[in-house]
């Protein structure tokens, strides 16, 4: 039987082990919670012509992880993701590693090269990935690190640089900083020259100011959107104020980007809803309301690797679990325990 790795339209053939034509990964039949994934060994992936396949040595865990275990809410499913069960049966998508072979008609990567991205499936042993979702990994960070940074920190670099517009000496409101996004967010701003302010809870007040926030608030004491503040920019991770509220954080012509955001709303999601009545409404008043739906891309993982190069951005790292314990790591990550990032080395 031929090796699944060993494909003939890759430039570099897969020498496959006694016994390796299978691999480890976490897979899942059917939507649920985290009781429905588990460790299989199955068939690796093939390599398509404008592919990257990639040997996993770690992978990120963000909120989007959960969201396609769960098909909630229920608009994934209406979007392809899969109506009875996810299209897709290898969970996870935040990746680093070194390139194992590459298609045809890839050229910017070589056997060898140690790169981070997304990917499809990165709870496993190998991946594959769009050559344009795919940049250096950073020299000076682990492949631990480097699994950590892709969806979170691609998400706040667009947030802040490309709807927010920020311009160095604005004031940054950054509310849900000590979320995977968040704390990305907090750096971000930082390094862009903005004076941050940044909201979470009491226990991780000192990790919010150790990634380089001016003010930290309690919003278990405070209630932010009631302190006479006002900010340049606002960025809201939390999804649990409404707009009515957040405007009142703003300058008179402020700007407001919306990120994601939990609970409620299994059809299309709360944090959804509120995005399309915050674009719907801006065009209507002088301050500005907007979403995002971050992305990644090459271009921004290495403007990424170039900020964590000079230090100016580092991920926080909460947990690291095995490849067999990645279910323990979405627990965490929706428990809301995490103290940063979460990982899993393969």
Known sequence: MEHPLNDPRATTPFEPAPGAAVMRAIVQDGYGGADALHL????????????????????????????????????MRIMGFGFRGPKARVRG?????????????????????????????????????????????PVSLTFEEAAAIPTSACTALQALRDTGEIAAGERVLIIGASGGVGLFAVQIAKALGATVTGVCSTAKMELVRSVGADHVIDYTEAE??????????????????????????????????????????????????????????????????RMVL????????????????????????????????????????????ARGKLVITV
């Open 40 to 75: 299989a060994e199955i068939a690796g992936p093939t390599v398509g012509p404008d592919d990257v396949l990639i040997h996993v040595r770690a992978a990120g865990v963000h909120i989007g992880d959960w969201h396609v275990m769960t098909g909630q809410p229920y608009l």
């Open 93 to 137: 998508m935040d990746v680093a590693g070194t390139v194992d072979a590459v298609g045809r008609n890839v050229t910017r990567f070589r056997p060898g090269d140690d790169v981070y991205g997304v990917c499809d499936g990165a709870f496993a042993d190998y991946a594959t990935a769009r050559v344009e979702t795919l940049a250096a990994k």
């Open 224 to 289: 932010v959107t009631d302190s006479g503040q006002r900010y340049d920019l606002v960025l809201d991770m939390g999804g649990d104020r409404t707009l009515s509220e957040l405007r009142r954080c703003l300058t008179p012509r402020g700007k407001l980007v919306l990120v994601g955001g939990e609970g409620g709303g299994r059809v299309i999601g709360a944090a959804l809803a509120r995005s399309m009545r915050a674009v719907a409404w801006s065009p209507f008043i002088k301050q500005s309301l």
């Open 294 to 337: 971050g992305a990644t891309k090459a271009d921004d993982l290495q403007t990424l690797a170039e900020l964590a190069g000079s230090g100016k951005v580092r991920p926080v790292i909460d947990r690291v679990y095995p490849l067999s314990e990645a279910a323990n790591a979405i627990r965490r990550l929706h428990n809301g325990r």
